[in-house]
């Protein structure tokens, strides 16, 4: 008698209602054929439906009813068949890929309280990837539960776990109290003799400090002259050379700075011999501190590729670039996240040194969620959320 069978689509907001829909109708033996997630609104997490496509145990169990030995008489035969068929099977498996695990379904944030969408709203205006937004909040509703409805204790909560994911660096400590020797790294067109430019302006205004700048780099003429005229005009020093093999000579003529900044030169992937020259050239002039000049505007593969480039320059912090033409880090947090590379210095614009930031957790929160929640929209609470590394008044 041919089985019955029972094959049925349930469609539900949610993959535990959805189970249970199909425990109800097919029995607790059901198997679960297919699972999809779609949205049926505009709004990606408010129009999620789940939908499950299961059969019953005798659909499934049909072929295993009737015993294999009953179809061969001879049992002779029997085992030659047995045998073949294992060998068979075994050939295919071995031939045939390993299968893939079938990835979780994720999980939709449209049953969240309104005030996680509406920070999730405002995190979707950035370049922040949707599965870094989905588990931000989800983490957060664990932590801070259903109750809370002033999204800026939600981004609190968030600014804290960013302040615990991503390093970051005071470079200006270090050289107030000793005399540092600075250099600059990167490839071309990422903007180093500009933050070259920028730092001696912040050591000389913030911290009192006389600059000097050794210009190693290979940028264009009207560049170098730009940067030779600054310093003279603020009274700077400043050393000139053509080759990384004269860079010594030019380093002690500079020995009267407070702080000595190195403007070294492109170094693009690929140039291997470039990279062991300054590996070289930095090692004879004792730098205390290297930066890693990047562009915020970088995607985070390329990042660690251009990361591993570096290496062998040993850097010790990473200065970011050009994030007035970019939203923010959001686009590169991923990237940031898995960097051995301390945050040290960004820059946001062409202004000397006033478009230049000495990054702080504070500083890398507000660059990553963007402004806090408008004050008409919400109702503010007279509360303050407190961590080690970032204080944010509510």
Known sequence: MKPDVCIKTFQARTLAEALSRVRRELGPDAVIL??????ASLVPWRGTRIHLTASSRSANNAMQETPASS??????????????????HAEAES????????????????????????????????????????????????????????PWIIQAHLGQRISAALKVALPLEDW?????????????????????AKMAGMASLQC?????????????????????????????????????KLALAAFERLNECDLILIDTPSCNPGEPEAIEDMQRMLESLAVSQTHWVAS????????????????????????????????????????LAHSHLPLGFASTGP?????FLSLNPARVVTLLLGN???THSWQRSSIEVQSDTVRMSV
């Open 34 to 39: 297919e699972t999809k997630v779609t949205s």
């Open 208 to 244: 009192g400090l006389r600059p000097g700048i050794l210009n190693c780099s290979n940028d264009g003429l009207q560049a170098k002259h730009s940067l030779a005229r600054y310093c003279d005009l603020m009274d700077w020093g400043y050393e000139q050379v053509h080759a990384p």
């Open 176 to 196: 107030k109290t000793s005399r540092a020797t600075v250099a600059v790294v990167g490839g071309s067109g990422q903007g180093k003799t500009s933050c070259i």
């Open 296 to 335: 915020a505007n970088l995607h985070p593969a390329s990042f660690h590729r251009l990361q591993d480039w570096y290496q062998p320059l040993k850097p010790t912090h990473l200065l970011l670039t050009k994030l007035d033409e970019s939203l923010g880090l959001s686009g590169l947090y991923t990237g």
């Open 95 to 150: 031939l045939s890929p390993s299968p893939k695990p079938i990835p979780p379904v994720p999980a939709p944030l449209e049953w969240l309280p309104d005030s996680y969408l509406w920070v999730a709203d405002q995190l979707r205006q950035t370049d922040l990837e949707p599965n870094v937004i989905r588990t931000w909040l989800h983490d957060a509703f664990a932590q801070l539960g259903s109750n809370v409805t002033d």
């Open 351 to 355: 202004g000397v040194p006033d478009d």
């Open 372 to 374: 806090p929640p408008a």
């Open 71 to 88: 179809l061969v008489e001879d049992p002779e035969l029997a085992e030659k068949t047995d045998s073949s068929s294992n060998t068979i």
